[in-house]
């Protein structure tokens, strides 16, 4: 017997009934049946991003709807500031240059996370950026970002648009797109949402809206104007991905009964549990300001990083990530953004344990068990 567990930032675990709702037969995106089930979703998809402002679905993956942003709302020659901290912050830097953008690219350590500061200089130097991007939970680096603060500080100094990926922030960490100002937010299907790949999400102020009718670069397929008028129509523009808007409505579904905040709060808590898992089994954790959705964790010298991993893959069935580019090999990244619970937060360490002790790793068997646990009972004190 062989038991799978997946523990990366996309693709994460799928619900069970989200998994048999996808199995249905296929519907016509053309039919009312379609557009009831769109409406719902629109509905919650707003619910989600705590907004009242439209969240347009895409079919592709997340990168597709950042693409989507920077095509529909700047013209060529236009400025954005990009915050690169990690892989994603760096495609933000890459990706508007390539579309003939004026990138401003602010430059961090990875594992650092942006402050006020950053953005102040940039917008004193660029005053006239159209936007700032931010990547709320950078994933290559497990860091996030107080994009409620920075976005305060891009409106008090500026007219730009605040930008935001929140591909791993959206569903993990506390976000609320009216009530921070934020003008675009784009998430992916793989990720807080529990489906499979291949739905972006993009959440547009009016702000956003207005910038769009004066853009001049090029787009066809990934022209926001065209899904915003569809969307009205609870409607889009192309044939979508039918089937994972099934299944996103059945995850927006368990997301509605389990209550948004709850969820922040539940992602919050794992967070905090591996992070006492692995430093109790002597691990170091890398990042400064450390996300809710995952965890990077230095691997120690004397653990070989493919043996550790293969061991972890083929005795345990865990699927971990590893380190992106300079920190390959150095760093892997548990995962725990989504489907998770408390037991699955144990298992994990757990797993975790039994490939360190084959990697001849010395530690207390069950210290890392053990600090989960104290963890959870500290914070749901016993109930009678
Ligand atoms: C996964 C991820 C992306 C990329 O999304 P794709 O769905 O792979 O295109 C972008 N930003 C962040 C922060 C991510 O975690």
Redesign the pocket.
């Known amino acids: 017997m062989f038991k799978r567990r997946l523990f990366t930032?996309?693709p994460t675990p799928v619900p069970e009934q989200v998994m048999l709702r996808m199995a249905e037969p296929m519907i016509h995106h053309r039919s009312p049946e379609f557009q009831k089930m769109f409406e719902r979703v629109n509905n919650n998809l707003q619910y989600l991003f705590q907004t009242t402002q439209p969240v347009l679905t895409l079919t592709?993956?997340?990168?597709?709807?950042?693409e989507a942003s920077f095509v529909s709302l700047f013209s060529p020659g236009d400025t954005v500031v990009s915050v690169n901290g990690?892989?994603?912050?760096e495609?933000?830097v890459k990706m508007p240059r390539t579309f003939g953008l004026n990138a401003v690219e602010i430059k961090l350590e990875w594992g650092q996370a942006p402050q006020p500061s950053h953005i102040q200089k940039a917008l004193k130097e660029h005053p006239e950026a159209k936007a700032v991007y931010l990547?709320?939970?950078?994933?290559?680096t497990g860091t996030a970002t107080d994009v409620e603060t920075l976005s305060k500080v891009i409106r008090e100094h500026s007219n730009a648009l605040v930008c935001v990926?929140?591909?791993?922030?959206v569903g993990a960490h506390e976000f609320r797109f009216d009530q921070w100002g934020i003008d675009v937010c784009?998430t992916?299907?793989?990720?807080g949402l529990m489906i499979p790949?291949g739905l972006?999400f993009v959440a547009l102020s009016q702000r956003a809206i207005a910038a769009m009718e004066t853009a001049t670069l090029p787009k066809f397929y990934f022209d926001l104007r065209k899904a915003l008028q569809t969307y009205k129509k609870n409607d889009t523009p192309w044939t979508p991905a039918v089937s994972l808007i099934v299944g996103v409505d059945a995850a927006l579904e368990i997301i509605r009964s389990e209550g948004i905040e709850n969820i922040w709060k539940r992602h919050e808590r794992m967070a905090h549990a591996i992070r006492a898992g692995i430093t109790a089994l002597g691990l170091k954790l890398f990042s400064e300001c450390p996300s809710h959705?995952?965890t990077p964790i230095w691997i120690p010298s004397g653990i070989e990083w493919t043996m550790f991993n293969q061991i972890l893959k083929t005795k345990y069935g865990i699927t971990v990530a590893g380190g992106q580019d300079q920190y390959a090999g150095k760093i892997f990244r548990i995962s725990h953004l989504g489907y998770y619970d408390e037991l699955d937060a144990i298992s994990v360490i757990a797993g975790i344990e039994r490939a360190l002790h084959e990697c001849n790793w010395k530690f207390q068997a069950g210290a890392g068990v053990k600090a989960v646990q104290e963890i959870f009972q500290m914070e749901s004190p016993s109930s009678r």
């Open positions: 930032p996309g592709s993956s997340g990168t597709g709807g950042v990690g892989k994603f912050g495609r933000w990547t709320h939970s950078e994933t290559s990926d929140g591909i791993t922030a784009v992916g299907s793989q990720k790949p972006a959705a995952v």
